[in-house]
């Protein structure tokens, strides 16, 4: 297996609606994020007949990922035959399942719209997206609950490390419509539960042999499961950016550290949380000044019952030991701490 | 690197790994009168090939994760599995996840959870210590990409085993979709058959247990295989209609990847639905992939049923089972084949003799999602 590191090369935050100061003091987000019914301002109007609202979000942040201006795109991007999919998102389809399902109960299988069929798949936010820019490579759509955003970025980076790939678009999206989130605040306590917020965030990685001094590599990632506490701090020294997982104070050795909780920022972002995460964590080392030239990016997502995800990413020299894409689960449960 | 396949189980409408090989080999069609959860006139659809609702374990719960608790199970203890005592991480392949039981919730106010959409706990208590649990929602191929993202973390050392999995239940909302999008309801999968009729949905899981290396573990039984390669594709070309080219590139890649030609397969287990759309493309690959070289073809679905994000191991683990015992089992419900099926060797009737060691199986999903893996006999 390849010891290659995977660097960023694109970003994209997708927050409709997002308060024009929520993110200021991390990074400039575009301010004018189209809804998913404005999306052909971005998309063209061609294609979007019956595609849900998960799925426009979706195609939005990789079109920006991707560096694509906006408008329809006609031909497959460069490098699209060797370029991988990974999304995360857990209720893209949700509403459309469970309205078929009441449609097919009050009225029967004719009054529903054969061009819902592809909704009923839940990777169709995956295939749509190569569908539309042409990417041939490895197609994954992970349903994997809070983790599943870092989980995604960690997937891409194996699908590139092991050459299936060379350049990988890993989107994170979630919809805000009425049966999501009632569907998410079951079974919750009511601290961990709040209202969705439609979001995407979009990454493109690629796998790079010999990185450049300014290239932004992801690092390390790790996974603890439920019950066994929290990951270690992705990052080990202050002065940084850490992202944490909804309603967990930071580390306390990261005093200095510009500390985010994301969620109290802008809502629930669920599956999307840890794609938006990663890819506010490379815009704000991105924008760093030039003098800077190390600086790292750390960020944990996931909730009590589906447990943590964390990632971390670096601005600098690459390291001369390289670290494993996934740091051995006994190692970071015994460095686990309450924060 | 190959990986050895150390554990298995799976549980159809035929029964467990074991009885659905025999079913298979003898030619059984598990299909049947849709199950009393839904209405024929409601959604369409009049047959299916589910799973007893008397069957052990399958009353009052979630069908998909009930199934997939057996499986995990049954394999990890085939391959005397300890996940506290090694780096064992888990990947589930789904195409519905447990979108039926969220049906209920919306339709009937069922007790339902966004946590049960995916399947962490359900493993988690079949595989006590197990570091991670993925849920790859990929349609009809979910288990064979499962078991490509399983063999790359075998290979960067990440995990000492990878409990590879999948499972599905019958959904409300695909069923009506597909019985808005069929002409007339199918009463059996007739794969490569000119009298096809289009897929049924089956019910069903499998799993197997993936580690670098032959199990010296206590109590292990015999590995069931090999994994040589899962070669990975999308067609980037229709939403729900397959692809020549894609398909032909995801088999290249297998082959590429394992260090073959089609030469040296002496086995396909194809994906064969019996819809209108997949079997014609599919022969024709396989022909042009394999010219003239005779090599048998048998497909799982007039059996099984499609089970969607089960299929792709349940294909996988038919063909170690016919490698291992020397007897290929033929295609249920193929009486007269398709024109494009001509120059195949398709295996009808009864099993057939069997030496290869090494088998091609194919799986296709929605959104063009191929995934076509390459297995070896146990060494």
New interface residues.
């Given amino acids: 297996m390849s010891r290659a590191h995977v660097v960023v090369r694109g970003t994209a935050v997708h927050v409709p609606g997002l308060a024009p100061d929520a993110l200021a003091d991390v990074v400039r987000v575009e301010p004018d994020a189209c809804s998913a019914e404005d999306a052909h301002k971005v998309l063209g109007r061609k294609g979007l007949l019956y595609k849900e609202q998960a799925t426009r979000l979706a195609l939005c942040a990789a079109q920006r990922a991707l560096g694509l201006p906006p408008g329809r795109v006609t031909t497959p991007v460069p490098g699209a035959e060797r370029t991988a999919v990974v999304v995360s998102s857990n209720l893209g389809n949700l509403e459309t399942v469970c309205t078929i399902a009441a449609t097919v109960r009050t009225a029967g299988y004719r009054d529903v719209s054969p061009l819902q069929t592809p909704n009923a798949s839940s990777n169709v936010i995956a295939s749509t997206l190569a569908i539309r820019f042409g990417l041939t490579g490895p197609n994954v759509m992970l349903c994997n609950g809070a983790t599943s955003g870092a989980d995604a970025v960690r997937v891409a980076a194996r699908l590139l490390r092991a050459r299936r790939a060379d350049r990988a678009l890993v989107v994170g999206v979630e919809p805000d419509d009425e049966i999501s989130s009632r569907l998410l605040a079951q079974g919750d306590d009511s601290q961990e539960a709040r209202p969705l917020t439609a979001a995407a965030g979009a990454l493109v990685l690629e796998r790079a042999d010999d990185p450049a001094g300014e290239d932004l590599l992801v690092t390390s990632a790790g996974v603890v499961p439920p019950g066994a506490g929290l990951p270690a701090a992705p990052v080990a020294e202050p002065g940084q950016l850490l992202l944490v997982a909804a309603g967990l104070a930071p580390h306390p050795h990261h005093d200095g550290s510009l500390v985010v909780d994301l969620t109290a920022r802008i809502g629930e972002t669920y599956g999307a949380h840890g794609v938006l995460q990663a890819a506010l964590a490379a815009a704000w080392l991105r924008q760093l000044p030039a003098e800077r030239r190390t600086a790292s990016a750390g960020a944990v997502c996931g909730n009590a019952a589906d447990g943590y995800a964390s990632l971390a990413l670096r601005r600098g020299p690459a390291p001369v030991a390289h670290i494993p894409a996934q740091q051995p689960v006994a190692a970071v449960l015994a460095t686990a701490g309450r924060a | 690197m190959p990986a050895t396949l150390t554990g298995y189980e799976a549980r159809s409408c035929l029964g467990d790994a074991e009885e659905t090989f025999r079913g298979l080999c003898a030619g059984r069609s598990g299909a049947g009168r849709l199950g009393a959860r839904f209405l024929p ?4 659809v009049t047959s299916s090939y589910e799973i007893r609702d008397d069957s052990p374990g399958l009353a009052h719960v979630h069908r998909a994760a009930a199934l997939l608790g057996q499986v995990v199970a049954g394999a990890a203890a085939r391959a005397a599995l300890d996940a506290k005592q090694l ?1 064992v991480v888990a990947i589930v392949g ?4 447990e ?1 039926a039981a ?2 209920r ?3 009937d106010g069922s ?5 049960e ?2 399947f ?2 359900v493993v ?1 208590d079949a595989l006590p210590g ?10 009809c191929s979910a288990s064979g ?1 499962a078991l ?2 399983a063999q ?2 075998l ?4 995990a000492d085993a990878v409990v590879v999995a999948g499972t599905d239940s019958l ?7 597909m ?3 069929s002409a007339q309801p199918s009463e059996a999968v007739r794969p490569f058959d000119r009298d096809r009729r289009g897929v049924l949905l089956g019910e069903g899981a499998a799993a197997v247990v993936l580690e670098a290396r032959p199990s010296t573990r206590p109590g292990a039984e015999p590995a069931l295989g090999v994994l040589h390669s899962v070669g ?9 209609a397959p692809h020549a080219p ?1 398909i032909a ?1 995801a088999m290249q ?1 297998a082959y590429d990847a394992a260090g073959v030609t089609p030469a040296d397969v002496g086995l396909v287990v194809a994906h064969g639905t019996g819809t209108a759309l997949n079997d014609p493309l599919e022969a024709a690959t396989l022909a042009d992939a394999y010219q003239s070289r005779s090599v048998p073809v048998t497909a799982i679905k007039g059996g099984t049923g499609h089970t969607s994000g089960a299929a792709a191991l349940m294909s996988v683990i038919v063909a170690a089972q016919a490698m291992r015992s020397g007897a290929v089992p033929p295609i249920t419900g193929l009486r007269d084949a398709i024109d494009e099926a001509q120059g195949l060797d398709l295996v009808t009737g009864a099993p057939r003799a069997c030496d290869a060691t090494l088998a091609q199986v194919d799986a296709f ?5 191929n995934a076509v893996a390459l297995v070896g006999a146990a060494t």
């Fill in positions: 006139d409601e959604v369409g780096r789904t195409g519905l996840r979108l969220a049906e919730w919306h339709l007790p339902f959870s966004a946590t959409l995916h962490g706990d988690r197990v570091a991670e649990v993925l849920t790859v929602s990929n349609a990409y490509a993202l790359d973390l290979d960067a050392d990440e959904t409300l909302s695909l069923l009506a979709v019985g808005r999008g990975l594709s999308c067609d980037a070309h229709h939403e729900t894609g590139a890649a999903g929605f959104g063009g999602v």
